[in-house]
Antibody
């Protein structure tokens, strides 16, 4: 059974870089059938898609975040990562990693990790 | 960017009754529309994809309909475990995938 687990600092200072890793177990990140992505949810608010990466390394980002976001994949560790630069309090959210099938008939989520931006 | 608008923001329904949730897209998304169920402290869970196909694990009392710009999620007879927040999301015109703001289904 597929499991996705987010990891990284729970507290980041303003203007610094948020870095999270998603470790995949029970499935290969090298599969051509899926996208691997990040979605966030500010406390008490709705969902915002951040971006996806395909096994080939092709990335797709939300235009609203594109200038600050990098998603990368490490196939040797079966992990993918998120970097978000120049964070502000508005970036405080629960960050979820997710696996999405190409035709969207299968979506698996990690449990989420809360990242707070504060000095 | 496709804007997704859900209504109502909060829906109060008694157990055993029917709930109807709406989702509207600012432009056609064909049938590339998903619904998610999110319970407190949990990740969202895919409920419906392709506007009307139930995902694994959800009972037949959940149904989705619509295409183009107007979509509906219907829960035919509410059970206690169905009270949650429901989000719609389009995956037709991306990036970005976009979500509605959510409908909170609460016990009346």
């Amino acid at each position: 059974q597929l499991q996705l687990q987010e990891s990284g600092p729970g507290l980041v200072k303003p203007s610094e870089t948020l870095s999270l890793t998603c470790t995949v177990s029970g499935g290969s990140i090298s599969s051509s059938s899926y996208y691997w992505g990040w979605i966030r949810q500010p406390p008490g608010k709705g969902l915002e898609w951040i971006g996806n990466i395909y096994y080939s390394g092709r990335t797709y980002y939300n235009p609203s975040l594109k200038s600050r976001v990098t998603i990368s994949v490490d196939t040797s560790k079966n992990q993918f990562s998120l970097k978000l630069t120049s964070v502000t309090a508005a970036d405080t959210a629960v960050y979820y990693c997710a696996r999405t099938s190409l035709n969207w008939n299968d979506v698996d989520w990690g449990q989420g990790t809360l990242v707070t931006v504060s000095s | 960017e496709v804007v997704m608008t859900q209504s109502p923001a909060t829906l109060s329904v008694s157990p055993g009754e029917r709930a109807t949730l709406s989702c509207r897209a600012s432009q056609s998304v064909n049938s590339n529309l998903a619904w998610y169920q999110q319970k407190p402290g949990q990740a969202p869970r895919l409920l419906i994809y392709g506007a009307s196909t139930r995902a694994t694990g959800f009972p037949a009392r959940f149904s989705g309909s619509g295409s183009g710009t107007e979509f509906t999620l219907t829960i035919s007879s509410l059970q206690s475990e169905d009270f949650a927040v429901y989000y719609c999301q389009q995956y037709n015109n991306w990036p970005p995938y976009t979500f509605g703001q959510g409908t909170k289904l609460e016990i009346k």
